[in-house]
């Protein structure tokens, strides 16, 4: 798959998946994001790829909304702004819905949405040249859909400091808060990336998909009604069929062949 915004790469059960308007900074235009979320859904729904890696082409990861985009919405009624409101935060929205690993090879500037698209990762590898920040209300906007993504990933004290701040974080100030796993050399990056996705790519697929829906359904449950819940939803591993091949590797000492079910 090519398009004009977007350039996915299939190899190893391993989509890389590239935001291509280096000449933009790689801005969450319309086409894009319509593009973007098309790859991701697609990208999820293919057996044969274990986890996705996102990241941009040239020297910025993503610079966030357009603002000539932004400038457009003056002229436009409520609803329609609602409206179109609607399918553009379905992008924030994935994070929660793939069950495919999504991992962000953060390879430049990362500012305001594409601050949110590293937040909604399942995990974020970040270059040394990497910048990071919710930089919105110095243009007189809100973080409004990524915030909660932001939350989830620092806290709530350390999200309301980035948002009223609008500061810029270096790549190690964003690993220090959580905002990335880890920082890497810059050459290194995309290397890393991959050798972390091909790593998942490899386990059960059902395991990975049951253990991202495990996460995501307890995350707002009580506690002790969450025991309950992952109780019931571990018989569907212990009667899997990768499960008793898993064992059986381990067993007998050889690889596993997945059967993702």
Same mark, same amino acid.
């Given at each position: 798959?090519?398009?004009?915004?977007?350039?996915v790469? *299939?190899? =190893?059960?391993?989509?890389?998946i590239?935001l291509?308007?280096?000449?933009?900074?790689?801005? *969450? &235009?319309? =086409?894009l994001?319509?593009?973007?979320?098309d790859a991701?859904r @697609?990208?999820?729904?293919?057996? =044969?790829?274990?986890?996705?890696? *996102?990241?941009?082409?040239?020297?910025?990861?993503?610079?966030?909304?357009?603002?000539?985009e932004?400038?457009?919405n003056? =002229?436009?009624?409520?609803?329609?702004?609602y409206? %179109?409101?609607?399918?553009?935060?379905e992008?924030?929205?994935l994070?929660?819905?793939v069950r495919?690993?999504?991992?962000?090879?953060?390879?430049?500037?990362?500012?305001g949405?594409?601050?949110?698209?590293?937040?909604?990762?399942?995990?974020?590898l970040?270059?040394?040249?990497?910048i990071?920040?919710?930089?919105?209300?110095?243009?007189?906007l809100?973080?409004?859909?990524?915030?909660p993504w932001?939350? @989830?990933?620092?806290?709530h004290? @350390?999200a309301?400091?980035?948002?009223?701040s609008?500061?810029v974080l270096?790549a190690?100030?964003? %690993?220090?808060i959580?905002l990335?796993?880890?920082?890497?050399p810059?050459?290194?990056?995309?290397?890393?990336?991959?050798t972390l996705?091909?790593?998942i790519?490899?386990?059960?697929?059902?395991?990975?998909?049951?253990g991202?829906?495990?996460?995501?359904?307890?995350e707002?449950?009580? *506690?002790?009604?969450?025991?309950?819940?992952?109780?019931?939803?571990?018989?569907?591993?212990?009667?899997?069929e990768?499960?008793?091949?898993?064992? &059986?590797?381990?067993?007998? @000492?050889r690889p596993? %062949?997945?059967?993702?079910r």
């Open positions: 798959m090519d398009n004009k915004s977007i350039v790469e *299939l190899n =190893d059960r391993v989509a890389i590239r291509n308007k280096p000449e933009m900074r790689n801005a *969450l &235009t319309e =086409d994001t319509r593009e973007l979320i991701i @697609r990208m999820d729904e293919d057996p =044969d790829v274990g986890a996705m890696v *996102l990241t941009g082409m040239g020297k910025a990861f993503c610079a966030g909304g357009d603002l000539n932004f400038k457009k003056i =002229d436009k009624s409520a609803p329609q702004l409206e %179109e409101g609607l399918w553009s935060t992008l924030f929205k994070g929660a819905v495919t690993p999504l991992i962000a090879a953060v390879n430049g500037p990362a500012l949405g594409g601050c949110g698209l590293v937040a909604m990762c399942h995990v974020a970040a270059s040394d040249r990497a990071l920040g919710t930089t919105e209300l110095k243009l007189g809100v973080p409004y859909v990524i915030l932001i939350r @989830r990933a620092v806290g004290r @350390r309301m400091e980035m948002m009223l609008a500061e270096t190690e100030q964003a %690993e220090r959580g990335v796993h880890r920082v890497v810059h050459e290194q990056l995309e290397e890393e990336a991959l996705a091909r790593r790519a490899s386990l059960s697929p059902l395991a990975v998909r049951l991202l829906d495990a996460f995501y359904t307890t707002q449950i009580d *506690l002790l009604k969450s025991f309950d819940v992952l109780s019931t939803q571990r018989i569907v591993s212990f009667l899997s990768d499960l008793r091949e898993g064992a &059986t590797a381990f067993l007998e @000492r596993p %062949e997945w059967k993702g």
